[in-house]
Structure formats: C-alpha cells, structure tokens
C-alpha cells in the first residue's frame, strides 16, 4: 500500500474506533476488542489500573471493564495523530459522562494509542489511559 492509501485506511479505521469507544463505554466490548492486534506483544495500561499483556489478558479486561464502568462519549478530542508507514501513535482527550453507583459525573480520560497496519488491517497494539487533570499552571 502506498503512504496515501495507509493514511486513507486509518481515518476509516479511526472512525470504526470512534463506534467500538461508544459500544464498550455502553458495555458491548467487542467491537472494541476486534479493534485489537491478536499478536502476543499488544499491551494496555488501563484507567482503572492495572496493566494486562497478550492478547488473552487485553480480551478479559475489556470485557471485565464493560462491567465495572457505564460512559457516555461526548467527544473524542484528537491532540495528535501522527502516522509513519505502518505504525501509527495517537494522544486524545476522551471526554465522558461516567456513571457509578447511580451517580453521573463528568471524566475526561487521556489517552495515548499505537496501532500498526498488519494482515490488511490498522489494529491498536498499545493503549495507555489515565484520568485527565489540568496541570494548574
């Protein structure tokens, strides 16, 4: 594939992720986990703690998380896509409406994500979410 093409495939990739973030924070994981490479090196540093590796780990958190956390996405703030050949790196802001133990509040989670361009497809390979909080400054 060429640079435009990759490029091309991972806006449309990116717009899958966007659904598969609505579903999981709705507590369908799936679409989300297909998002996943099945390769034994992905990893995810999650918000709530923790962090799984392979592809086994990455599957039962996410499904385990579904249960934990209702979220609503607001929006999907991208601070930076950056995307070289087949390796791609993004930093969002993703910005909820959380609701635990009946109590809805707003959470903004950031977020950085890698992805690579394997068997035809972008997959997310690494995610590392934490609580967003301004610096103060």
Known sequence: MTDAELKSAFAA????????????????????ISL???KPDVMIFGALGGMERGWE?????????????????TRLE?????ISGTMALTADLEHT?????????ERSLRVTQGY???????????????????SGR
């Open 13 to 32: 990739f990116r717009v899958e992720f966007e659904k598969a973030l609505v579903a999981q924070g709705a507590g369908n994981a799936e679409p989300f």
């Open 36 to 38: 996943w490479s099945p």
């Open 57 to 73: 780990e990455i599957g039962s958190r996410l499904r385990w998380v579904t249960g934990q956390v209702s979220a609503r996405i």
């Open 78 to 82: 991208n601070l930076v896509t950056s």
């Open 97 to 105: 409406i959380r609701t635990l133990d009946g109590r809805s509040f």
């Open 116 to 134: 690579r361009f394997e068997d035809g497809a972008w997959k997310i390979f690494y995610r590392h979410g934490d609580v967003f909080q301004p």
